[in-house]
């Protein structure tokens, strides 16, 4: 074969498979068109407990990180802006609207190690477990979303948005 065959197969090749990743978004994105998040912003008497610099790593199905949910404007890895309030968390995400979770949403909240194409040390990043709106029937659909916190520990924040879940009231 000739250099010139030879680079003419390559590039068909690379072309093949460049097509056959596009086809295979497409599908994703068409499949998850139903997920709908919740974009706004916090009450307006929430107070805000704390705010993170972070990365946003991903939004998975639930307890399978490593099955990528093509969600409008949680698609891909971003910089990110975590604040934690009275009433849910707030994610703000590089060019995106806010995602804000409503604590009524928020199933759970945990480390993790690996998320997608995320490893990191042992529960270095923090996973939301939260529900989403399914094809305008209400919240249905668990999720999980993959947070890495640059300026403090998962485990921080990780509790700082448990403290929310936890139910307060007196022993009976």
């Known amino acids: 074969m000739t250099r010139e065959g030879a680079l003419a197969v390559t590039i068909a090749f690379a072309l093949v498979l460049i097509g056959v990743l596009v086809w295979a978004w497409w599908r994703r994105t068409r499949r998850d068109s ?3 998040p919740p974009i706004g912003e916090a009450p307006a008497g929430a107070t805000v407990l704390a705010t993170h610099e972070a990365l946003y790593v991903a939004t998975t199905r639930h307890d399978e990180p490593l099955e990528r949910l093509a969600i409008s404007g949680l ?3 971003s910089r ?3 604040t934690v309030t009275s009433d849910g968390v707030a994610l703000d995400l590089t060019g995106q609207p806010r995602l804000f979770l409503p604590t009524d949403r928020i199933v759970a909240v945990d480390q993790a190690t690996v998320a997608i194409d995320r490893v990191v040390e042992r529960d270095g990043l923090v996973r939301i477990a939260w529900r989403i709106e399914s094809d305008g029937s209400g919240p249905g659909t668990v999720v999980d979303s993959y ?3 640059q300026d403090a520990s ?3 924040v990780s509790d700082e ?6 139910p307060t009231g007196t022993d009976e």
């Open 147 to 149: 947070i890495r916190a």
């Open 75 to 77: 698609g891909f890895r």
């Open 161 to 166: 948005i448990g403290a929310l879940l936890t």
């Open 80 to 82: 990110a802006e975590l």
């Open 154 to 156: 998962a485990r921080a």
């Open 34 to 36: 139903g997920l709908t």
